[in-house]
């Protein structure tokens, strides 16, 4: 394809591997241009440390989009608040994190980037720092003025969603709804068509509980909430199937004619879909006014400045963006 548009890159927790991926990913052209935003000294100390030849140009809207040549990157400036440490964590640079996701937003919405791709940040030390942080996936809908935002991990052909997210176990019952489910399934449902071009998708629905319920026995959710709640879709349309044990949904058997799986909680599905692709899925954020994927991996940080990093899910999450943003133009 011919390059018309910017991605923006965000690296992440500056003392994870998120540096150290965008730095590989720069030995290659890509197919938009990169626009990484961070801090430009941390990046060419960073290569030094993996040994790999680097260029820092500072971005210019003014210029055409076109993509750099191999070794390469067009760098947005965000200053660091103290000196890192690669796999060291330090608090104070917390806003430094926040900051670059938030001009990346901000560059979404005013035009200057077609997507954004965001490197593993480190939850712990944002909130070590005093600064209220969930996750990514609330902050940039927080940050966009989306209502709602649906958390979804694609690896290859099996993508599933999340009906809640980074919530303690004991928390998630409560926070199952018919109005979240219904939102939540339109918000899927709608963004399967419009950025993956699924014309009639078709989802299967995991209960909450073993079995399902079990018709009751082992919990009421199903019966009480769920199964209402997707009565109510399917009479508006939507192809959904469920609720299914989540124990049995994950097989191909369920799996061969759909096109996503909705999760009730963050480590029903996602456990099965890192073990079918870790590496190499992508996290992509939907119901937001703009496009957003993500790496499926954490900071690493005993990885970080070592080179031993791999870079699949970056190239994976990088792709995806550029193939989302070229069906939008």
């Known amino acids: 394809m011919t390059a018309t548009f910017r991605i923006a890159i965000t690296p ?32 060419t100390s960073r290569a030094r440390m993996l040994g790999l030849d680097l260029s820092i140009r500072e971005f210019d809207p003014g210029l055409p989009p076109l993509p750099d040549p191999p070794g390469v990157l067009s760098v947005l400036p965000c200053p660091l608040r103290a000196p890192v440490r690669a796999g060291h964590l330090e608090p104070t640079n917390a806003r430094h994190v926040l900051s670059m996701l938030e001009q990346a937003v901000d560059g979404c ?34 940050r966009s003025g989306a209502e709602l935002p649906v958390m979804l991990l694609a690896a290859g ?36 068509r419009r950025r993956f071009g699924i014309q009639a998708p078709r989802i299967l629905v995991c209960g909450l509980n073993p079995h399902a319920g079990e018709g009751g026995h082992l919990g009421r959710e199903e019966i009480e909430i769920i199964t209402p709640a997707l009565d109510r879709l399917r009479a ?29 909680y963050h480590d029903q ?11 190499r899925a992508v996290n992509i954020t939907l119901g937001l006014p703009l496009i957003r994927t993500s790496v499926d991996h954490g900071t690493a940080l005993d990885l970080a400045g070592t080179g031993r990093a791999e870079a699949g899910s970056l190239a994976q999450a990088e792709a995806l963006a550029v193939a989302l943003a070229a069906a939008q133009h």
């Open 236 to 264: 508006q349309g939507l192809r959904l199937e469920g609720p299914l044990p989540a124990d049995t949904l994950f097989t191909p058997r369920h799996l061969e004619h759909a096109d996503a799986v909705l999760a009730m």
């Open 157 to 192: 052909d099996l993508r599933v969603a999340l009906a809640t997210t980074h919530l303690p176990l004991r928390a998630v019952s409560d926070a199952i709804t018919g109005p979240l489910l219904e939102q939540t399934l339109r918000i899927l449902d709608a963004d399967l």
């Open 269 to 279: 599905g996602l456990p099965v879909l890192k073990h079918a692709g870790f590496g």
């Open 12 to 43: 992440g927790e500056p003392a994870g591997i998120g540096p150290d991926l965008v730095i590989m990913a720069a030995q290659t052209a890509g197919e938009a241009q990169r626009v990484v935003i961070s801090d430009p000294e941390l990046l």
């Open 109 to 142: 919405l005013d035009g200057r980037f077609a997507a954004m791709v965001t490197g593993p940040v480190h939850k712990g030390v944002i909130n070590d720092a005093g600064i209220p942080f969930t996750g990514h996936t609330e902050f940039l809908a927080a």
